[in-house]
């Protein structure tokens, strides 16, 4: 499959732009946020519907290869550059056993999955999971069982993984045709304790006692293990997330690194502005979070640092779980994505850019047919247009994110309390290579924004490279045979002589936007 070809080709030509901006992007390399870590572009993958099996697993299928893995989505996944693969869930670790799904496959239970109702065959396992992500060359991340599981299993788990000496549990991996330890580094402290739909909800005292304990033990297996405590995911009305978070990160400060956040949103009011104002509400979530960090912190200066990992998040509300999905009996959370589900995805990131100094990771849940980019049927697959966003920013990985100053238009949707920047705007900057990336959603449904462009520390090149989106049918989506419509375009432009620190470039409305410039001196 030609991935490449799908971004449309290169024209040259000049930017003619004499109006007047109305907004302005002011950059300044020396103001570092943080580095925009590689696991930003992490994922994840839940036995759940046909994520796994019939999504990236599938035994028997001229599509896949010996080991039962399609090799169609594994093209795909790369693509997209997955760095980090989060596993087995989601709602269903609460309820897993992991030791269900090693050894011989023919000898594994089938168990009924509490969290989501379907028969678990166990034919895909720890050894199947951690072999994917090696012929990936993906970094793993464990859930562990933090609803009905216990301290001693998820123990077990990281003896099972990491241990090399001759132990029960690695004497079993090695039973099990693997010698080398897998070395898994990132586990998670359980999934959405904090919310009643999960098995073996807690309260926050009931889940740090627990996590805690957990934590110890996990590192008595493996002491360089990083470790991510399950933080908010409940924002309704009647839960106290910031008291979740807070006593989490009292409780587990000196054990954990990472905090999880959950956030999925939707347009059920059908609002095109309103849908993408939800920004507003990541930049204060991870600010209240940050905050909170800082405060568990305060007074404590060997305290280890302790960052963000949003480690599921996307667009999912037409295929929810009252939905017609679970007539089906298999297929389930199988969302059709379209053009402004593509919007979201820059959205999503210019606010993990924004913050780099404290999101270090996140997951896009999920990878394949389940709320996910890449969509399979028993004969091929497409691509939805969230991938397309998706895979460019990712090649933003490693550069430092940048604080610029944006000044735009606003936009006041219906039920949003305060104007927001029709710009929606995210900078960064790769030193090596003196590339600046200036990511722009505009997010006004009807006014194209004018711009002026303006990098303080040094001129810029004469020329800047345009990835778009942009496209009049805001519910354009994809389906098998026809999944070309809602793709991005490149072109080359020159802007300017090439001795000026500024250009202007008009943001067509309802548009996302790359610029990526390059700094001569
Ligand atoms: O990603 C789908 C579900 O959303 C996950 O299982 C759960 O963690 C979240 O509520």
Request: hydrophobic share 35%.
């Amino acid at each position: 499959m030609q991935y490449r070809s799908l971004v449309l080709a290169l024209a040259v030509g000049t930017v003619a732009f004499a109006q007047t901006p109305k907004a302005r992007i002011k950059i300044d390399t020396d103001r570092v946020v943080g580095e925009v870590h590689p696991n930003l572009f992490g994922n994840f993958a839940e036995h759940l519907g046909r994520c796994i099996y019939g999504g990236l697993y599938e035994e028997g299928s001229p599509l896949s290869d010996s080991d039962g893995y399609r090799k169609d989505v594994m093209e795909a996944v790369k693509g997209l550059g997955v760095s980090v693969l989060r596993w087995p869930g989601g709602n269903f670790a609460s309820g897993y056993n992991w030791k269900d799904g090693i050894g011989p496959k023919d000898q594994r239970p089938v168990r009924v999955d509490q969290a989501w109702g379907d028969l678990e065959p166990n034919r895909f396992g720890t050894d199947e999971f951690l072999r994917y992500t090696e012929k990936l060359g993906l970094t793993p991340y464990l859930c562990i069982n933090a609803g009905l599981g216990s301290v001693e299993d998820a123990r077990q788990w990281v003896e099972y993984t990491n241990e090399t000496r001759h132990t029960y549990w690695a004497d079993q991996r090695r039973k099990n045709g693997r010698e080398a330890p897998y070395n898994v580094k990132i586990w998670g402290l359980g999934n959405e304790i904090d919310g009643p739909w999960q098995l073996g909800h807690k309260n926050a005292e009931d889940y740090t006692k627990f996590a805690l304990e957990a934590a110890k033990a996990m590192r008595r297996a493996d002491e360089s293990i990083k470790l991510i405590a399950s933080g908010s995911s409940n924002f309704g009305p009647n839960a106290d997330w910031i008291a979740w978070n807070r006593t989490v990160l009292e409780k587990l400060r000196d054990e954990i690194d990472y905090i999880s956040l959950h956030t999925y949103i939707g347009n059920q009011e059908n609002d095109f502005e309103r849908f993408l104002s939800a920004g507003a509400d990541l930049d204060h979530r991870i600010e209240v979070v940050a905050g909170l960090i800082k405060a568990a912190q305060s007074g404590r200066p060997h305290q280890h640092p302790i960052y963000i990992a949003y480690d599921e998040w996307n667009v999912w509300y037409r295929a929810r779980s009252n939905g017609s999905e679970f007539a089906t009996g298999k297929t389930r959370l199988e969302e059709i994505y379209n053009y402004e589900d593509a919007l979201a995805m820059g959205m999503f990131f210019n606010s993990f850019f924004r913050h780099a100094d404290v999101v270090k990771m996140a997951n896009l849940a999920q990878i394949v047919n389940v709320i996910a980019p890449i969509f399979t049927n028993k004969t091929g697959l497409f691509l939805q247009p969230i991938y397309f966003p998706i895979a460019e920013y990712g090649k933003q990985r490693g550069n430092l994110a940048l604080d610029a100053l944006v000044t735009s238009p606003k936009i006041k949707p219906a039920g949003v309390a305060t104007p927001l920047n029709a710009l929606d705007v995210s900078v960064t900057y790769n030193a090596d290579k003196r590339e600046i990336f200036v990511n722009v959603l505009n997010r006004s449904k009807s006014d194209d924004v004018a711009t002026s462009i303006d990098n303080v520390e040094g001129k810029l090149d004469g020329t800047v490279t345009i990835w778009q989106m942009n496209s009049s049918d805001f519910k354009a989506a994809h389906t098998f045979g026809d999944d070309k419509k809602v793709t991005p375009k490149v072109q080359v432009l020159k802007v300017n002589s090439g001795d000026t620190h500024t250009f202007g470039y008009s943001f067509p409305a309802h548009s996302l936007t790359i610029l990526k410039l390059r700094v001569r001196e």
